[in-house]
């Protein structure tokens, strides 16, 4: 292992790592070390480049700059498989368990034990038996099919996979996020007992509170560098870690709201009363007015993109309801939700709203066509009048309503995704992580364009998971956690290590 | 903003990739053209003779009219594999002796009545029963086949002869064209008509391009299926009355692998197989390049092996140009 010269060894050491994609610097800079038999924390914001690290770390993409050592050799894996093999494992968030394969044969996906082609499952059982017992889970039978166990079971079968490799390190990217609470303490128990054979961890959670329970050290990244590195993860002030993260080199520049009370008299749009969906959020209410951004913050898994898809209809809450203008809406359909005036800009683009093969046009009036046919009959004309109008309102580049909108950029796709529900009346547009693939000068843009929609009188629902997004353009602001909003507020009120705090602890500072 | 900056802005964008559909169809007008070129060289006393063009278009008719409600299911993600059945079994239905009784109008009903019903099933099991296409349908063919048989004990239906007006849509001729090639040619138009022109086809390519943007977006996706699957068997019915027409007959063998023909005349007219793109010109162009090939297979004296070796191979040919042509410009 690593040269020891006083101070602890090193396993993994990373300095000064670039990773350049077209137009955005992913990583610009991070430095990064982990002792054997620690658990290190990595923390940032969403964006902050956490996630390309761990590709790097995989193997799947590489560094244009810098360099990396693990175990004391030059650390350069051209494959996710080389990577393994040099004993770093990761386990993704979303698991990457093949569910019709057995338990077994998730453990040794791509190093079967076999001989002359044929595997040996007797031979694989009792080693996979093996590591599912020292993970302190020797029930789970060998030959089960993954997809049937629950998630936390699939993920004890992803870290079987990881210690297969005799991995020496092991990411795991929110390890707890699709957990229970008493699920989370197994998974901290196994932790433990790796760190105790020397095994490394780096850990990536938005939770503040796992990290000081499982942490031994923490690493901040923010805008793809390393802000702070070796901070001691159970004596760290909250305060410091969050102003850490926050301080932003990039101020977006969002539009004048209206006086906080400019919106008393207005009437409701919407009026959501104890929504509940069992698993995801429960007993949700809060009306949107005419005219008003209502955001919701909140992280992944927190009930908030939930929240939204029900009261669109494309979930169906199990008690509570929805009404737009007072009058209750259908629930668990989205056709309902539209012809009563809503609108979704869901939060991929790309699968949930377009249709990338057709022009702008087509999907501009994909949601409307009623409007312009008569017995079915479409007024193609009239449909052309609108789109132009459309394009020239919100400045869609380039203004032709021919292209295909898989070659526009991510802020006009957005545009032509919100101008599908301005061809008609809309009292409610609900937008999902609106500006995200949206570059930065976009988005300043979108925000814009947002704020100009309110001001015709159209309620606005808004999930983003930046905090800076939310605050800045909503005029008021629900904090999600844990499927409960735990605090409502005027937007002006709150600052982002509030947001943040009231997101991951549920106590303001 | 000023006209300067507006230029700037426009210039700095490629001119607008479309794709390139119009390309595609003149390969298959083109590979028509050869065809008859090669028909003319070598069956010159035959093949250009008023009498082998209608007979070419009367081939095409019957799988024609059936590629036009093919072109639509696939277009909207889906496949249909019953169509030969159902044309069978709408043949079938419709030349038994108690239809066959009521004249000839009821006989034309009771096989579109047979395709549409038929298709309204294959369109419940899938969009309501959630069945994946390939399987509902193939159940279909399977038991509408069966249906068809147990119908007529396995015999062959004659059209009787006061019911003589089925025949005649063969037989009659306008403009040296027999009836039927009018009937296949109102069908495509009226099918261009319904894909291009009216809210249901846009919404065809929405549900077959992207299912999640058009259930989001309001679009009842599960109605708009069913709704494909009973046009699809509406154009069996069609070609059931089209196939009676030319035969004189009702059997639970005719259309046997009209599915296969279809679906290949289809995808070699440019249209994806996994949805949300496609023309109804291309799929008749399709159907047209095959019909050809079959004549003049048949006029020169080939086997119809050799025939399903020429078919297979411009199946593979055409899906690697189309492939080419539609490669997303980057």
Redesign the interface.
């Known amino acids: 292992m690593g040269q020891y010269n006083g101070d602890p060894p090193v396993l993994l050491r990373m300095r000064g790592i670039v990773k350049r994609f077209p137009g955005v610097r992913a990583l610009d800079g991070v430095d990064l070390d982990v002792r054997p038999g620690e658990v290190h924390c990595l923390l940032g914001q969403n964006g902050a480049g956490k996630s390309t690290l761990i590709k790097v770390l995989a193997g799947a993409h590489r560094p244009d700059e810098g360099e990396i050592t693990f175990g004391g050799e030059p650390f350069a894996p051209a494959t996710p498989t080389a990577a393994m093999r040099a004993g770093i494992a990761t386990i993704y968030q979303e698991l990457d368990l093949v569910d019709g394969l057995s338990v077994t044969d998730n453990v040794f996906l791509g190093h079967e034990r076999s001989r002359l082609g044929f595997t040996r499952r007797e031979e694989g059982d009792r080693r996979a038996r093996e590591l599912l017992a020292r993970l302190g889970h020797g029930e789970i039978p060998p030959r089960r099919e993954a997809g049937r166990l629950p998630a936390a079971g699939r993920q004890v079968v992803s870290m079987a996979r990881a210690l297969s490799h005799e991995a020496r390190l092991i990411v795991m990217d929110e390890p707890s996020a699709a957990l229970a609470h008493d699920e989370v303490d197994n998974l901290f128990r196994i932790i433990r007992e790796l760190t105790r054979e020397g095994v490394a961890v780096v850990y990536i959670s938005h939770r503040l509170a796992e990290i000081r329970e499982i942490g031994d050290r923490v690493t901040v990244l923010k805008d793809g560098r390393t802000v702070a590195r070796d901070l001691p993860a159970r004596t760290t002030p909250t305060n410091e870690i969050v102003a850490l993260m926050t301080g932003r080199d990039i101020e977006h520049a969002f539009p004048d709201r209206p006086a906080p009370d400019a919106f008393d008299d207005r009437p409701e749009v919407l009026r959501v009363e104890g929504l509940t969906l069992p698993g995801s959020f429960e007993d949700v209410s809060f009306a949107v007015r005419a005219g008003e951004i209502v955001g919701l913050a909140g992280l992944v898994g927190s009930g908030r993109s939930e929240i939204l898809e029900t009261v ?1 209809g ?1 979930r169906r809450a199990t008690a509570g309801r929805v009404l737009i203008d007072g009058r209750p809406v259908r629930p668990g359909s ?2 309902a ?3 009563r005036g809503m609108g ?1 800009a ?1 939060e991929e683009r790309k ?8 022009s702008v046009a ?1 999907n501009m ?3 409307g ?2 409007r ?2 008569a017995f ?3 007024n ?1 004309r009239r449909e052309r009048a609108d789109v132009r109008a459309q394009i020239a309102a919100l400045d869609i ?4 309503p ?3 909108v ?2 526009l950029s991510g802020g006009n796709q957005q545009k032509v995704v919100l101008a ?1 529900w301005l061809l008609g009346d809309r009292r409610l547009l609900v937008l999902d992580e609106p500006t995200r693939g949206v570059d930065v000068g976009a988005r300043a843009e979108l925000y814009g364009v947002v704020r100009e929609l309110a001001a015709r009188g159209i309620g606005v629902l808004l999930v983003s998971s930046e905090v800076p997004e939310v605050l800045g353009l909503a005029d008021r602001v629900l904090v999600v956690r844990e499927g409960r909003i735990v605090h409502e507020g005027d937007a002006r009120g709150l600052d982002e290590p509030a947001v943040l705090n009231l997101i991951m602890e549920g106590s303001a500072l | 903003m000023t006209a300067g900056d507006t230029d700037l802005k426009t210039a700095a964008v490629p001119k607008a990739p479309r794709v390139r559909r119009e390309v595609h169809h003149i390969g298959l007008v083109a590979a028509l053209v050869l065809l008859a070129l090669v028909g003319v060289v070598t069956e010159p006393d035959n093949f250009a003779t008023s009498g082998n063009v209608a007979g070419i278009l009367a081939l095409a008719a019957t799988i024609g009219v059936i590629t036009v409600g093919m072109t639509f299911v696939i277009i909207g993600g889906g496949i249909d594999l019953s169509v030969g059945a159902l044309m069978a079994l709408a043949s079938v239905w419709a030349t038994t002796l108690a239809t066959q009784s009521y004249g000839p109008v009821v006989m034309v009903v009771c096989a579109l009545l047979v395709g549409t019903g038929a298709g309204l099933v294959n369109g419940l099991l899938i969009a309501y029963g959630r069945l994946v296409p390939f399987i509902a349908t193939l159940a279909m063919l399977v038991a509408a086949r069966g249906l068809a048989q147990r119908m007529s004990d396995r015999k062959t239906q004659l059209v009787r002869p006061e019911n003589d007006a089925i025949e005649a849509l063969s037989t009659t001729k306008v403009l040296g064209l027999p009836l039927v090639v009018f009937i296949f040619a109102a069908v495509a138009a009226a099918g261009w008509v319904l894909l291009n022109r009216t809210t249901f086809g846009r919404r065809t390519f929405a549900v077959g391009g992207n299912p999640e943007a058009a259930r989001l977006a309001g679009i009842d996706v599960r109605r708009h299926t069913l709704m494909s699957y009973a046009l699809s068997g509406l154009c069996c019915g069609v070609a059931a009355i089209i196939i009676m027409a030319r035969t004189t007959t009702g059997s639970s063998t005719h259309g046997d692998l009209y599915e296969l023909d279809a679906i290949a005349a289809v995808i070699i007219g440019g249209t994806l197989l996994t949805g949300g793109r496609g023309t109804l010109a291309g799929s008749i162009l399709g159907v047209l390049v095959f019909t050809l090939i079959t004549n003049l297979f048949i006029l020169n004296g080939l086997q119809t092996s050799d025939q399903l070796i020429a078919k297979g191979a411009i199946i593979v040919v055409a899906v690697l140009l189309q492939r080419r042509g539609l490669r997303a410009p980057t």
């Open positions: 669109y494309a989205p056709g939700a539209v012809r979704l869901p699968s949930q709203a377009l249709l990338l093969d057709q087509a009036s994909m949601a066509l009623d312009y046919s079915g009959w479409l193609r580049r380039p203004p032709d021919d292209r295909p898989a070659t599908r």
